[in-house]
T-cell receptor, first 115, second 113 residues
Framework: DAGVIQSPRHEVTEMGQEVTLRCKPI?????LFWYRQTMMRGLELLIY????????DSGMPEDRFSAKMPNASFSTLKIQPSEPRDSAVYFC?????????????FGDGTRLSIL | GNSVTQMEGPVTLSEEAFLTINCTYT??????LFWYVQYPGEGLQLLLK?????DKGSNKGFEATYRKETTSFHLEKGSVQVSDSAVYFC????????????FGKGTMLLVSP
């Protein structure tokens, strides 16, 4: 079975540019999560969706960040305009059901560098 | 609020040594507990889990026991291998209508031959 698929794996761009990260969750999973990982702050939950609906976006750092899930098989995380402090690894994860002991399945991440 | 505290790394061991990575938690309720592992350049993978007090999760030679009295979920392995070198994350989940994970900061393990 295919796991969570993220693209691109690496992105290098100049500050001020728009960045779009993409995620395809595992088929049949109800939840989709976006995380950011940095050395300083560790793993941070940015936003999550249930059945394509955003449930909690309190982790989104500022208005420059936005996320959408237009259908059950696709989500995007957009940064506009990007800044050097946005450099991090961004992970997407999905999980199958609304039960506390269901694990989250992570993609391999997008390593983002803003110059 | 809910939180997870892990011992700081890196933890450096020789091959075949005994491993313990400490994890304690604070939660308003009765959480499920998890250990995830992240190998270089990859995402997190579930290593093991325990859903109630005194449960023991185990996988690939790793074990952790859910200790409600001490609010702990320490990760152990009797004999580590070089291939175990990775970052290990302790996490908890509390079901309150929706299920999210609260992660610790991660502990890097380096195993030398």
């Amino acid at each position: 079975d295919a796991g969570v698929i993220q693209s691109p794996r690496h992105e290098v761009t100049e500050m001020g540019q728009e960045v779009t990260l993409r995620c395809k969750p595992i088929s049949g999973h109800d939840y989709l999560f976006w995380y950011r990982q940095t050395m300083m702050r560790g793993l941070e939950l940015l936003i999550y969706f249930n059945n394509n609906v955003p449930i909690d976006d309190s982790g989104m750092p500022e208005d420059r960040f936005s996320a959408k899930m237009p259908n059950a098989s696709f989500s995007t995380l957009k940064i506009q305009p990007s800044e050097p402090r946005d450099s991090a690894v961004y992970f997407c994860a999905s999980s199958p059901a609304r039960q506390v002991n269901q694990p989250q399945h992570f993609g391999d991440g997008t390593r983002l560098s803003i110059l | 609020g809910n939180s997870v505290t892990q011992m700081e790394g890196p933890v450096t061991l020789s091959e075949e040594a005994f491993l313990t990575i400490n994890c304690t938690y604070t939660a308003t309720g009765y959480p499920s507990l998890f250990w995830y592992v992240q190998y270089p350049g990859e995402g997190l993978q579930l290593l093991l889990k325990a859903t109630k007090a005194d449960d023991k999760g185990s996988n690939k030679g790793f074990e952790a026991t859910y200790r409600k009295e001490t609010t702990s979920f320490h990760l152990e392995k009797g004999s580590v291998q070089v291939s175990d070198s990775a970052v290990y994350f302790c996490a908890l989940s509390l079901y309150s209508g929706y299920s999210t994970l609260t992660f610790g900061k991660g502990t890097m393990l380096l195993v030398s031959p």
